[in-house]
């Protein structure tokens, strides 16, 4: 059984860091694509980032780029997220989800698209304060 599992979150105040990590049991999550999305209350969930299963590509939403930074660790099996100058739109809750077999050892995939990715974590509350 696959399970993702978020850490890291927490109440921050404007300008701080914080870094996530996801960490997969069942499943060796450097052979697939990963990503973190997120959602706020009253939105929909949004694309925050993603890397390839070799950790040679990455993306990013415009929202995020130069703030936030995925890498992977193949020997721990997890992905991080690092985010600093966080600001108070980036509250809401952080997921991350690993990719189907349309991810799996490719160099790139539909990675703003939720149906690519086959297993998602329960989620970690990232919050700002201004």
């Known amino acids: 059984q696959v399970q993702l599992a978020e850490s890291g979150g927490g109440l921050v105040q404007f300008g701080a860091s914080l870094r996530l990590a996801c960490a997969a049991s069942?499943?060796?999550?450097?052979?697939?694509?990963t990503g973190w999305f997120r959602q706020a209350p009253g939105k929909e969930r949004e694309f925050v980032a993603a890397i390839s299963w070799s950790g040679a590509s990455t993306w990013y939403a415009e929202s995020v780029k130069g703030r936030f930074t995925i890498s992977r660790d193949h020997a721990k099996n997890a992905v991080y997220l690092q985010m600093n100058s966080l600001i108070p739109e980036d509250t809401a809750v952080y997921s991350c989800?690993?990719?189907?077999?349309?991810?799996?050892?490719?160099?790139?995939?539909?990675?703003?698209?939720?149906?690519?990715?086959?297993?998602w974590g329960q989620g970690t509350q990232v919050t700002v304060s201004s």
């Open positions: 989800a690993s990719g189907g077999q349309n991810t799996y050892l490719r160099g790139s995939f539909y990675h703003t698209d939720p149906s690519e990715y086959a297993y």
């Open positions: 069942g499943r060796t999550l450097s052979s697939y694509g």
